[in-house]
Structures are given as structure tokens and as C-alpha cells.
């Protein structure tokens, strides 16, 4: 047990013997109430499974950096807890941040990159203040794709130049990881973290729970301030929980609301947003709940005459717990979305980007990105494996958001997302969420700045991991926690991946 380096800790933390596999935070917080587990076990015993499966056995990459004073804190949390009870239900549960989430502590904030691998940030984002507030450990930072797959294309999903390659639990190597979140989705997987934080732009929190087999929350954009984080494009971009079960996504998602007068987007969350979403739990959630399928774009590419085989099967398991289901729920904008080359991402970057690197230490040398790209040509092996055409495109637009394409690309997303998409086909059949193979509404949500969750469907016969989606309007997280809990507790379909 790696104790020494990573905290002031004297001894070993005592043998315990609860089960760490497939720990839900119910149990670790009932654990610990018994007194049959401390944070300091528990966070030990992660940091065993880190060192065993992912740096050593089959180096699944997905954890980047250690926080080095996890155990300090796990224990100063112990103390706490005994003296004046736990603070909710996240008191000494360990968390994972993707490594584009400030915190203004001893681990580096990078999004990936090695141009950012020296930054330290000056404070805690949003995010990470939250998840102090309830009690969380900031375990460490989590691999990702580095700066959320806008760096270049053609890199694949969980490869970060200052990180390298995340695998995938199931099949390293073989199956995909998913991204950006890879290294989030990979970590609470494997049982490596109870719990972590990924950022989506479009896909990023839902592709890699959906590869991973876990489930992943993407909240409306404005549910969770993004105050701290490394941007990608403001008009898309929310972090949001990843976890093995849709009760602890629960849990998370409602340490993390709030309105933060940095973010003004979080205003919108005004008598909208809850800090507990556990009453939405309902294992009843699916009775009489209008589930529709867009069956006519999202269900007839993309996917596998298998995968197909196992979405039928949800559709009849949503039918056993009283869902009416509404067929061929179309939305009469997806197929002009989908061949909608929007530009909005190369615009924002630059303007975001810039603005997030002005806020860094005075003295970091990297201050737009200009510079960053400067410093990628310094070192073509390391730092341009697959090169950076989409920074560099992104570097040469005005940085302004005047731009005329830019202005109607934004207002086309929006039109042909919401408008003439997701609002309406909801409301005109009535509907309390919609139901995706994998993750196909990745990007119409995303574009809406719409919810969405990622379930565990089921597996094919190769072993790769099956997911479906559920995805709503604005600000229908509880209807889309309910239908999703429903539908979890129904089936268990997530078997977790066996590591060696």
C-alpha cells in the first residue's frame, strides 16, 4: 500500500473487510456508519486498485495524476465525521475530475495537453468547490482526450499527449474508449473511483459511459456552472457525473447545482434545479411514462443488426414496467441537422480558450492559443502525434464572434435542435423523454443544451459494452433520472469488466 508519498499518514490504514467492487456511495456511507469503514480504508484501497490494474495488469491509463493529499483529507474527514456527523451523502466518498476541471491545489489542470502539463490553477472551479463543500475526496485528475477532441482529427478517443492512451476495461486495446470523458468513464468502470466528474461538449460525458458500461449524465447546459473548467465551446459545454449506477449519478449531479455569478448561464437553473435529485428515484418511474422513438433516422444507421436485436429488447423491457410506448416519434429536423456542417466549435474555441489561458498565474508563459500552437511545433514527436489542424484553424478565425457564418451557425443549431427538433416532436406526441440506441442523440442534445443519461443495455456477443439514452428538454433531469432508474433497477443489465 503506496502511503508514504501521498500523505503526512504514519501508519497503514486498518484491514477492512468490505467489498470495494461495485460499491455503491449507499454502501460506502453505510459502511462507515457501522464503523466497518473508514474514507482513509476506502480511499486506500482505490489507490491499491489504481496501482494494481491501472499502472500495472492491464494499464488502462485512465487515471492521470494522484491527488497527494487524498489520504491527508480522508482522514481530517474521519475526524470530522466523528466529531460532528457526515456532511451529506458524500462526506470521505473518493472523486475523480477530468483533467480539464480547475482546482487550485497540488494537481495540475491540463485538458490533455503537454503545453498546459506545468499549470497549476489559481483556484477551484465551481465544480471542485461544490464537491469540497459536500465532503468529497478529490481523488485525483482522470485522463481525456486531450483538450476534448478539439485538438486535431483522426486522434482517437482517450489519447491525451501528456497522458497517452486510455483503454478500454472490456477489451483493452480493442474496444474503444469512448471520449473525451475516456479516462472518467474508464476509472469508475473498473472500480478505480467511486465516483467521477467528465465534461461534455457533444458526446463527451455519454460516449464513453455508454463504452465503458456505467452511466453518464450530461445536464443542461446551465444546471452546473462552468466556471474553472478548460473550454471547449460555451454554448455546448457542462460537466456532469459519471458512476456505475443511476442512483449515485443522482447523488452527484445534485452536489453540483447551483447559480454561480461567474457563469450567467446558471441563471437560467432558477426554480429549476434541485440539490437532491434522490427523490426521483422511482423504481416505479416507467408506469405510464410516454417513452417515444425517433425510430425513423437514429434507429436505421449507425448501429449493428445486433445491437438492434438488444435495443428491441429494451423497448420490451420499458413495456414491462408500464411504459407507453410511442413509435416512430420522429424529429423532422434530424437528418438537415446531421448533414449541417456547423462551424459554431472553430469560433468559440478561440475566444474561450484565449480567455480561460488570461486567467491563468501571471507567470505562465502560455497566455493565448497562438502560443499553445507555437509550443506543439517545438516537438512534433510528442506534442503532434496526430497533428493539430483544428487548433490551428480555430486560431485563424477573428476572435470576436462577429463573424456572419458563425452568428447564423449558432442560430441554425439552436432552430434546427430545438425548435424544429427535440421541443417539438415532444411536444406535439406528448412525450416525457425520448429513447436513443447508444448515445445517436449526442449531438442534437448537445447542440439544445438538452439533458440527456446514458444507461447500461446489455452487452454483444463479443462482449462490447451496449448502452441507451435517454434524453429530454430543458431541465427534465428528475423525469429523466426517474424513467432511467425505472429501467435500471428492471434489468441490471451492467456486468463489470473482469481485469487481469
Known sequence: MFLGSLSSVAVAAPATTFEIEEATVADMQAAMKSGELSSL???????????AYDKEGPKLNSVLEINPDALAIAEALDVERKLKGPRGPLHGIPVLLKDNIDTGDKLHTSAGSLSLADSYALDDSFVAKKLREAGAIILGKANMTEFANYKT???????SSRGGQVLNPYKPGVFGTGGSSSGSGVSVSSNLTALAIGTETSGSILSPAYNNSVVGIKPTVGLISRDGIVPLAHSQDTAGPITRTVADA?????ALTGVDDKDPITGTSVKKSYTDYTPFLKVDGLKGARIGIPRDFYYTSGITDEEKVIFDKVVEDLKAQGAIIVDNADIPSAVELSQFNSSVFKYEFKVDMNAYLSGLKADFP???????????????GANLKYGNVLLTEADATSGTLTDAQYIRDRLKDLRLSRTEGIDFTMKFYKLDA??????RNAGISAKAGYPSITVPAGYTKEGKPVAVTFGGMAYSEPTLIKVAYSFEQATHYRVPPVLK
Request: without cysteine; negative net charge; charged residues 20%.
Open 41 to 51: 480504508e476506502l480511499v486506500s484501497m482505490y489507490l491499491e486498485r489504481i496501482a
Open 153 to 159: 482529427r483522426g486522434m482517437p478517443g482517450g489519447y
Open 250 to 254: 443522482a447523488v452527484l449531479l445534485g
Open 366 to 380: 502560455l497566455k493565448t492559443l497562438s502560443d499553445i500552437i507555437k509550443f506543439d511545433n517545438t516537438d512534433f
Open 434 to 439: 425520448l429513447l436513443f440506441p447508444n448515445t
